[in-house]
């Protein structure tokens, strides 16, 4: 049949979205426990990073956005010519094999080229289950399902982070090559459950009706880039904290124990919140939401800069705490408009302009704070910062301004 049902049964629904959920939930906590291990895997050291090392250290971590920007949008089209889940399933498929591959070296060169592999099923894992969640959900419920799938998500990474750090102050680091082995287990375990979810559920097959060049025409209008772009620069800061975290919380006294729990704590914050954030956009409107979103991470960016300035202060990190909440909101709103001004025919492909842009932030996010602090110290990060929030600000005001946007109402009301 072609695409979704038009009213899915609940279980059937149930059953696609817990399948999407529990894979990506697994996929992301590898992804989290390996990379909070990455930096010290390369280095063999457990220290820090030095400003030596944090180039290398940077390009190396890049090669799994730069795999995922250069394909996402090929395995977006794939997904919407021959069905989401064989995509999805290829995804974490290959993963599995590729973190198993990372157990066995540690050479630069060698983990840059599996990690530019991960970037390329990565992207096929996000924009098959994007595209999933846009056909098995309604527009009054969009925000509450992309909501869970950023909880799973972000929950993930959060935890597979914690997971990480918890390792790297338990185990010497001659033997951190399990924690990539016990990462190609989850992603194993994360097949075999999503592939058991989903058996005799109707699949997605666009047929004759799938033309690539309009395609093309649907994802990149205005509207779609206007609910994108902001990721961009979310995830330029997100890569740099992945990169720095671990080092910086060293550096002002911070346990690695310590801050696994920390994330951990954050972890459930991102589960309680990413649904209610959604289920508010639904009733109040996408726009308000994504809002509140970019005030919140412009808060953050303020915060960031002065803990580097000052250290670690109880004020300091009392408003950078504060900060996160409202950022929070930004995920699950954005998601959901990007879903409402998608077509099926072009779901997949157009969700992947979302990874499309994250993968790019994570590139320029890496390379240009790592380059920045390898030059200029901290400094270069100030420079980053304030960087990210201006861009931030011009994006939300374009997106206010935008005619299209206004005249149609697409972010101004909430989806019914």
Known sequence: MTGAPAIPAAS????????????????????????????????????????????????????????????????????DRYGRFPVLFSGIGASAVIFALKSTTRAPVALGGLNLLFGVASGAILAASLGLIGDWSGADERGLEMGRFDAMNLSGWVGGFAFGFAALGLVDNATLWFVFVVGAGVLTVGLFSARRLIRGLPVHAAGSSYVFREVLRQVFRRSVLLVTLPWLVIYMLIGTALIFLGSAANGVGVSTELLAG?????????????????????????????????????????????????????????????????????????LAALADLSVEIS??????????????????????????????????????????????????????????????????????
């Open 12 to 79: 059937a629904q149930r059953r696609a979205l817990l399948a999407v959920f529990s894979s990506t939930f697994f996929v992301r906590f590898a992804f989290g426990i390996t990379t909070a291990v990455f930096a010290s895997y390369i280095t063999r050291s457990t220290a820090g990073i030095g400003q030596g090392e944090a180039g290398v250290v940077g390009i190396v971590s890049a090669m799994a956005p730069a795999g995922e920007l250069a394909t996402v949008l090929l395995s977006g089209a794939l997904a």
């Open 262 to 334: 920390i994330i951990a704590i954050g972890g459930l914050l991102l589960v309680l919140t990413q649904p209610y954030f959604g289920r508010l956009s639904d009733r109040w409107g996408r726009n308000r939401l994504m809002t509140s979103g970019a005030i919140g991470f412009v808060s953050l960016m303020v915060f960031a800069s002065l803990v580097v300035a000052f250290g670690a202060r109880v004020e300091l990190l009392v408003g950078l705490g504060a900060s996160v909440l409202p950022a929070l909101a930004y995920g699950p709103a954005a």
């Open 347 to 416: 779901r997949a492909t157009t969700m992947a302009i979302y990874s499309l842009l994250i993968s790019a932030g994570m590139v320029l996010g890496l390379v240009s704070s790592t380059g920045l602090f390898a030059l200029f110290g901290n400094p270069g990060l100030y420079v980053f910062f304030g960087s990210i929030a201006g861009a931030l600000v011009l994006l939300t005001v374009a997106r206010y301004r935008d005619p299209g946007l206004r005249a149609g109402g697409a972010l101004r009301t909430p989806a019914r």
